[in-house]
């Protein structure tokens, strides 16, 4: 595609503002956490992370890079409510307020990261498909036009990704 027919961020996020929005915050909420990172934050920072980008190939270029930046940016704010609660990395007066500052939703978005970038060194689509389906709440029909793929394939690839990550983050190590 040449530079001429390639769309820029600024022109895709004016134009996908408000789906971007409604996905926003429908995982701002799903994270488990809507008071610590509101929707316009998620589509701030969002945005930020997509405008490094430059320019897209198509609409569905967008839509597949800001899943990714969606899983990214809750993530990343995950990492830092983390480091909060333990002090910014003072010790926790006793046991017990260390188990309390823990946040559990927070470790399980860590651990779920983590779990699909293993999934993303074995199969990269089936991951694709979760950061879709789960970070961006892509329906199948939305996620199949943005893989190019059929709407079957991403129904079996979402089963066969979530029965994989919930095996990988049940195993004991």
Request: glycine content about 6%.
């Amino acid at each position: 595609m040449s530079a001429a027919s390639a769309v820029s961020a600024d022109d895709l996020v004016g134009q996908l503002y408000n789906s971007l929005r409604e996905i926003a915050h429908r995982e701002r909420l799903r994270a488990g956490r809507p008071q610590t990172l509101q929707t316009t934050a998620l589509i701030s920072e969002t945005y930020v992370k997509l405008s490094r980008h430059g320019h897209w190939e198509s609409r569905e270029h967008f839509l597949a890079t800001a899943a990714k930046a969606m899983r990214h940016v809750l993530v990343d704010n995950a990492r830092a409510r983390l480091a909060q609660k333990r002090g910014g990395g003072q010790i926790a007066g006793d046991l017990e307020e260390a188990e309390e500052a823990t946040g559990i939703q927070d470790l399980e978005l860590l651990k779920l990261d983590e779990a699909l970038a293993a999934l993303e060194q074995q199969d990269a689509r089936l991951a694709a498909v979760v950061e879709c389906r789960f970070f961006a709440g892509y329906t199948d029909e939305e996620t199949a036009r943005v893989l190019k793929v059929s709407d079957r394939t991403v129904r079996r690839d979402w089963l066969q990704a979530r029965a994989w990550l919930f095996r990988e983050m049940t195993s004991e190590d």
